[in-house]
């Protein structure tokens, strides 16, 4: 990987009816990296995901591609370099699914035929709907649309890029998935993240908004937290996620379990409204 | 390309040919990264999303189950050479229906196909049904493709030029160049009325009306589309209400030429005004087409079309003023024809799906084949009296759209 491969956010600030949704926030999402996004509702993941998607300018501050403006890219130039999994799907209309994902190859260069439909498959495969190839889309369930869309984006950043382009000869991708567990059970949760750490590992830089820290803990590795858009920790995961920023970050007491053999603390919550809490014998 | 993204062929799911379930790997795999990362990443634990009773994927399986013929039918060349067939069979018998009986020898004979018939018959074919069955042809084209493509561009599949104001607007400038135009002085010319300033105001007045239904039906930068249909509710009562107050101070000829544009015809204009404007409504029936890739992209929404490289503006810019020249030519040349453009994309997506790369040239098949047909049932069911097509097409058309709005209703989706 060359140096200054990077998708990197300097000095983001977002406003948006007067209030400040990000402020002064800076990021590198580098290749090969799981990186994820932490804080609650309403700290600015979502608005920092998609000012470095291209989609929200931002008031102040500059986005990088790949050692360039954001917008010095061609929309198309773009989307092969990074695929963005929104929070909310909208789509109504009766594409098969298979023909959803296809649609995550609009700017990819096109192979065969043949060729095309293999990486849809295997993209389908890769986000454990294969079976549902053929369904219409409306009538599947949300954490199913979910899945789909995931796969849709991981056929837009599939291969790399081919060398024979000089513009974009040998750039980098990225995979920006805005809460890609949100809305699946516990054992997609985690097949979700390890094919993004699958493509981390095959050199593309991936980040993730979560509101689980113990996804957090296990898959990514570098995290940056965020609240009221500010940023108050980045770093390694194991480093940032403290008992003490996670307490302050989600206002909650919060500790850190060591569970038998497991490397990983476990994060638990202990709410303090006496309601909440398991009765007590 | 085509075949493969609409449909799902059996023979092609040889998953000996999948490629490895891997992303492809760049050259400087970033090994270290995937060292230092926890012990639950090995491939192996991915397993546990496949499921070990279920069958491979079976993406065929719908489409094993249907019947031959219609699973031809629904690909887009044997689907598009049917349309077009039946293009040409309407045109055929919109040319031997009428008053006087003729064949398919004085057809031929008066296209320059064969022996010359007798001069009254190829007059009759020549001048006039040929022109109404080339307007038929061109109209419903212009009419059904816009709608397709404005379903697209909103994203909803009960936008049609007529419910969004853009024909109401392009009839009210029409009808005030009719009314107006004698008292401002302007018939001094009347060819260049009936050839140029009329088309011309057509365009300018769906030009207005989708400037205007567009602005209004922007919330928070967005085009809403629950809110254009009730902005474009709100431009059509006031386009009515417009012509009726023309049609109030209008003359004896002003007001039979005013209630054709209400209610459309394809008898009115000949062969100069089908020269002067058919050129233009074809080219974007044409151009209109090329834009389908687009707009497939562009139903997963603005936001996701373009993260997948679609230039969003500028394909919505385009496709609107393609609209705009198909749809003001064609009520320049016919008057509003309600229902065409909403009812016969959503036939071709019932039968077809959604995929514009087929839906919008067959829909401009479908939509002539169905206009020209339903011009002949116009002049002859009631002969020798000729129903307004445009009353035609909305006692069809209306209760068809019940039908699709309960249909709707029920499913969360829109085909």
Avoid at chain 1, 61 to 81: D, E
Avoid at chain 1, 228 to 245: F, K, M, S, W
Avoid at chain 2, 32 to 37: F, I, M, P, Y
Wanted: aromatic share 4%.
């Amino acid at each position: 990987m060359k140096p200054g491969m990077a998708l990197r956010a300097d000095r983001l600030r977002c406003e948006a009816e007067g209030r400040l949704l990000l402020d002064g926030v800076s990021l590198e999402l580098v290749p090969g990296e799981v990186h994820a996004v932490l804080g609650r509702n309403g700290a600015g993941k979502s608005t920092l995901l998609r000012a470095l998607s291209g989609e929200l300018r931002p008031q102040a501050g500059t986005v990088q591609l790949n050692g360039r403006a954001l917008a010095a890219w061609t929309p198309r130039q773009r989307a092969r370099q990074r695929a963005v999994l929104p929070q909310a799907e909208s789509l109504r209309f009766g594409f098969s699914v298979e023909q959803v994902v296809a649609l995550g190859r609009y700017a990819c260069p096109q192979h065969r035929p043949e060729q095309e439909r293999d990486i849809v498959l295997a993209a389908l495969r890769a986000a454990g709907v294969e079976t549902l190839a053929g369904r219409r889309y409306p009538s599947l369930s949300g954490g199913e649309r979910a899945r789909v869309q995931f796969a849709r984006v991981m056929a837009q950043v599939w291969e790399p890029l081919p060398q024979a382009e000089p513009e974009l000869g040998g750039h980098a991708r990225y995979l920006l998935l805005d809460e890609p567990t949100a809305s699946l059970d516990l054992a997609h949760q985690h097949g979700c993240l390890l094919q993004a750490r699958r493509f981390a590992g095959a050199g593309v830089g991936v980040l993730a908004v979560l509101h689980d820290p113990n996804l957090a803990l296990r898959y990514a590795d570098r995290v940056s937290v965020l609240e009221n858009g500010r940023l108050t920790g980045q770093g390694p995961v194991r480093e940032v996620l403290t008992q003490e920023l996670l307490q302050r970050t989600y206002g909650l007491p919060i500790e850190l379990l060591h569970t038998g053999g497991e490397a990983l603390p476990v994060v638990v919550a202990h709410p303090r409204e006496p309601s909440l809490r398991p009765p007590t014998g | 390309m085509h075949r493969s993204f609409c449909l799902v062929r059996k023979e092609r799911l040889e998953l000996s040919r999948l490629a490895a379930l891997e992303p492809k790997s760049s050259a400087s795999t970033n090994s270290a990264t995937l060292a230092q990362g926890p012990e639950a990443l090995h491939p192996e634990n991915y397993s546990i999303l496949r499921r070990p009773g279920l069958p491979a994927a079976t993406p065929g399986r719908h489409n094993a189950r249907m019947p031959r013929l219609t699973a031809l039918l629904r690909r887009p060349l044997p689907l598009c050479l049917l349309l077009g067939a039946l293009a040409l069979l309407a045109a055929l018998n919109g040319l031997a229906a009428g008053p006087l009986d003729l064949g398919g020898a004085d057809i031929l004979g008066s296209l320059g196909l064969g022996p010359a018939p007798d001069p009254s018959a190829a007059a009759t074919i020549l001048q006039l049904r040929l022109p109404r069955v080339v307007l038929g042809l061109t109209v419903g084209a212009a009419l059904a493709v816009s709608g397709a493509a404005m379903q697209g561009v909103f994203r909803n599949p009960l936008a049609d030029p007529g419910l969004v104001g853009v024909s109401s607007g392009a009839a009210l400038a029409a009808v005030a160049v009719i009314v107006l135009g004698a008292p401002l002085g302007l018939a001094g010319a009347p060819p260049l009325i009936g050839r140029w300033l009329l088309p011309l105001a057509s365009f300018a007045g769906a030009a207005l009306t989708t400037g205007l239904v567009a602005r209004l039906s922007r919330v928070e930068g967005a085009t809403q589309p629950a809110q254009m249909l009730l902005v474009g509710l709100a431009v059509n009562a006031i386009s009515g209400a417009a012509i009726g107050l023309l049609a109030h101070v209008a003359s004896g000829s002003a007001l039979r030429a005013l209630t054709f544009w209400m209610y459309g015809s394809l008898g009115r204009v000949g062969w100069p005004e089908i020269a002067a404007t058919a050129p233009a409504v074809l080219l974007a029936v044409l151009l209109m087409p090329l834009r389908g890739r687009e707009l497939n992209a562009l139903l997963l929404g603005e936001a996701e079309a373009a993260h997948l490289g679609v230039d969003v503006e500028r394909l919505k810019r385009g496709l609107v003023l393609l609209v705009l020249l198909a749809v003001g030519g064609a009520v320049a040349l016919t008057g509003i024809i309600a229902f065409v453009g909403l009812i016969v994309p959503q036939l071709i997506r019932l039968w077809a799906g959604p995929d514009h790369r087929l839906l919008l040239p067959a829909s401009a098949l479908l939509g002539g084949a169905l206009l020209t047909a339903a011009d002949t049932a116009a002049r002859t069911v009631a002969a020798p009296l000729e129903l307004p097509i445009g009353v035609l097409t909305a006692l069809i058309g209306g209760p068809f759209f019940i039908a699709l709005l309960l249909r709707l209703r029920g499913r969360g989706e829109a085909w």
